[in-house]
């Protein structure tokens, strides 16, 4: 299961730390930013701004003040969609295992997880910053599986892009697009490449 844009409403967020950041450098969003970075790692964002776009702080300076900027939203703000919490509830009720698997920090992953009270319905985490490439690649997933100790082939990937998509189904899974109105350019693309497609997580009740 994929966080951002699948299990949680969180577009919002990271269009305001991106505008903010650019703003405060006296610039606009560039055009084609949040496309080009939304299967990015968070350190490989951070290493893409900074070489793309010329700013002078380093690596880790960057991913410190977008964290700050995010932090407060991730632990009160953000929200699941719509029969989300259904869903992993019927899922551990029938005994499935799972997992999450996130190019998002455990900083921000973690305290939203436990503001929705969803913490409690998984086996297991993979995160952006414990494998080398971004989502595009199978990586994140079969660690994800590995760590569930099951076979990529058993598995199910719910995730809103493209490149997600794409990632999973190199590891050997079946995927499931879910539409998200931050991504909506890409729900077509989304649409074709996934084994399934739901627009709510309420056909699945």
Excluded: Q
């Excluded at 903010?20 to 084609?32: T, Y």
Aim: net charge negative; charged share 30%; with cysteine.
């Amino acid at each position: 299961m994929d966080l951002d844009g699948t299990l949680v409403d969180s577009g919002y967020v990271w269009s305001k730390v991106d505008r903010d950041f650019f703003s405060k450098r006296g610039m606009e969003i560039p055009a084609g930013y949040t496309a080009k970075i939304n299967s990015l790692s968070f350190r490989e964002v951070a290493e893409f701004t900074k070489r793309e776009y010329g700013i002078s702080e380093s690596i880790e300076e960057i991913m410190a003040e977008w964290n700050n900027m995010a932090a407060r939203e991730y632990a009160v703000g953000v929200r699941l969609k719509d029969g989300a919490a259904e869903l992993l509830k019927k899922l551990k009720g029938e005994n499935i295992k799972i997992g999450l698997a996130t190019a998002n920090t455990d900083e921000l992953f973690m305290p939203c997880l436990k503001n929705n009270n969803v913490d409690i319905y998984f086996d297991t985490y993979a995160h952006g910053g414990e494998v080398k490439n971004s989502k595009e690649f199978p990586d994140i997933y079969l660690l994800c599986a590995e760590r569930l100790e099951t076979r990529p082939e058993r598995c199910l990937v719910f995730e809103d892009i493209t490149r997600g998509i794409r990632g999973a189904k190199k590891a050997g899974m079946k995927t499931c697009g879910v539409y998200d109105g931050y991504t909506a350019y890409e729900w077509p693309e989304v649409k074709k490449m996934a084994d399934y497609s739901i627009k709510s997580f309420r056909e699945l009740l």
